[in-house]
T-cell receptor
């Protein structure tokens, strides 16, 4: 089984400032990791994902995340935020087993509400 | 355009009534999922289906039922046995096996309020 903890429920920040949204996971097997974004009253859309390879992953809208296996973390960062980045962000984990198959279901964190102020 | 359509977007029901939420996709995805979203709790998996005519319980299946008679459709029924049905419900789909892409595509959600 796997679990995800997003360490901050709300993150307020001023426009053009850098931001980091923290995510830690636990799993008994290797994992795939994801960040999704949800704008008010909408579904989720994928920001970025780590499947394998380089531990620094770049996504849409200038976001990036770094997979740190020793720290079991996958923190999301953006060097300069915009008002339009105001949304709720979800970290998610998918367990995988040898052979590349998976348990077939994502486990989501509790979400972090990012509010960008002018 | 390809995507996932959920209906209705808003639904009000009296306590004790069953309600069915519709989810249709034209992405030709094998896998479909239902999540429930409550403030501060993230998304919790209700049911999922990897193939037509087959589905599995997720983490909070009690009080819910689903069917998967067609690849495109995965309706969710919230029964009167669900103790606290007021929530935002999200349907998603993914091309299988999910390990290859890891990405789910979400509908815009249905907000159910039980009065």
């Amino acid at each position: 089984a796997q679990s995800v903890t997003q360490l901050d429920s709300q993150v307020p920040v001023f426009e053009e400032a850098p931001v980091e949204l923290r995510c830690n996971y636990s799993s008994s097997v290797s994992v795939y990791l994801f960040w999704y974004v949800q704008y008010p009253n909408q579904g989720l859309q994928l920001l970025l994902k780590y499947l394998s390879g380089s531990t620094l992953v770049k996504g849409i809208n200038g976001f990036e995340a770094e997979f740190n296996k020793s720290q079991t973390s996958f923190h999301l960062r953006k060097p300069s935020v915009h008002i339009s980045d105001t949304a709720e962000y979800f970290c998610a984990v998918l367990g995988r087993v040898a052979g590349g198959t998976s348990y077939g279901k994502l486990t989501f964190g509790q979400g972090t509400i990012l509010t960008v102020h002018p | 355009d390809g995507g996932i359509t959920q209906s209705p977007k808003y639904l009000f029901r009296k306590e004790g009534q069953n309600v069915t939420l519709s989810c249709e996709q034209n992405l030709n995805h094998d896998a479909m999922y239902w999540y429930r979203q409550d403030p501060g709790q993230g998304l919790r998996l209700i049911y999922y289906s990897q193939i037509v005519n087959d589905f599995q319980k997720g983490d909070i299946a009690e009080g819910y039922s689903v069917s998967r008679e067609k690849k495109e459709s995965f309706p969710l029924t919230v029964t009167s046995a669900q103790k606290n049905p007021t929530a935002f419900y999200l349907c998603a789909s993914g091309s299988g096996p999910i390990a290859l892409t890891g990405e789910l595509f979400f509908g815009e959600g249905s907000r159910l309020t039980v009065l």
